[in-house]
């Protein structure tokens, strides 16, 4: 009787464990990297340098010391744009690069050249590029934010962006309000797909579906992989579907927003009319 007991208490740690390596592996990236190199104006690097990077996304800014090669990396980035500033040392004055975008699952360049010191006043650097190519991954994909998303003539949820991505189309899969849901990549169908949120996976474990189908003003950004993905997402034949919601900052902020469809373009019932619309030839109004 005690070997019995004992033995289905191991089986049950077994279990146990194997559940939760199960679940460590169906999370996903959260964030994102910024690395680069800091050099002077004759292309020598400068080492010992401290780098600093903040934004509205941090609590507070986060910083790192440059190695004998002049190279730097921080880690553990929320998706958004940041600036990263060398401090002032010995010979050199304080530059800094703004507006350096960071991506879901991305390694961002941001190489810094400062200048010799003496002059008075500081360096700005404003990157209007936006986010550089990764070198180091192979994924195919893309990702999109929310300053992309907001400006695309789509419907206003998430589920509306997975198909900008290449070999991502409809399915013909609608959720309970008729607007389409579990694209197919790459030939698969739509319940092959693999669907996470915020680092969790949320795809239905019994018919493989996607959760909720959340509106934009949720979203900070989505990370879309359709092949050459790593083995720890698992669970996927299909594409993996990466969205991550907006967090709070340090400042205060509101927004308000609104959305129209001409008649035209439509042939769905409007859930809000009103008179001053029709006057103008514009059908739906979706407040936000």
């Not at 609590?59 to 002032?88: C, K, S, W």
């Not at 050459?228 to 997402?233: D, R, T, V």
Request: neutral net charge; hydrophobic residues 35%.
């Amino acid at each position: 009787m005690k070997i019995s007991m004992r033995l289905f208490t191991m089986s049950l740690l077994a279990l146990c464990l194997a559940l939760f390596a199960m679940s460590a592996f169906a999370q996903s990236s959260t964030t994102g990297s910024i690395e680069g190199t800091v050099t002077d104006p004759q292309g020598g690097v400068i080492p010992n340098a401290t780098v600093t990077v903040s934004g509205s996304n941090l609590i507070r800014p986060q910083t790192a010391q440059t190695d004998e090669n002049g190279h730097f990396q921080i880690l553990n980035l929320p998706p958004g744009r940041y600036d990263v500033m060398v401090g002032a040392i010995s010979g050199f004055k304080e530059t800094t690069r703004e507006n350096v975008e960071v991506n879901l699952s991305k390694t961002s360049s941001a190489d810094v050249q400062v200048n010799i010191g003496g002059a008075v006043g500081d360096v700005t650097i404003t990157d209007t590029s936006g986010a550089s190519v990764d070198v180091n991954a192979n994924t195919t994909g893309t990702n999109v934010s929310s300053e992309q998303f907001s400006n695309f003539p789509t419907q206003r949820t998430v589920q509306s962006l997975y198909s900008i991505a290449p070999t991502v189309a409809r399915s013909g899969l609608r959720d309970a309000s008729g607007r389409d849901r579990d694209p197919s990549v790459a030939g698969s169908s739509g319940p092959e797909n693999n669907y996470i949120l915020d680092g969790v996976n949320t795809t239905d474990p019994a018919f493989g579906g996607s959760g909720a189908n959340l509106p934009f003003e949720f979203v900070q950004e989505v990370e879309i992989k359709t092949g050459a993905y790593g083995a720890e997402y698992g669970k996927s034949t299909g594409g993996i579907f990466n969205v991550i919601t907006k967090s709070g900052g340090n400042s205060s902020a509101a927004m308000r927003s609104a959305t129209s469809r001409r008649r035209a373009w439509s042939a769905g019932r409007s859930s809000f009319r009103s008179p001053a619309l029709r006057r103008t030839g514009f059908r739906n109004w979706t407040p936000g």
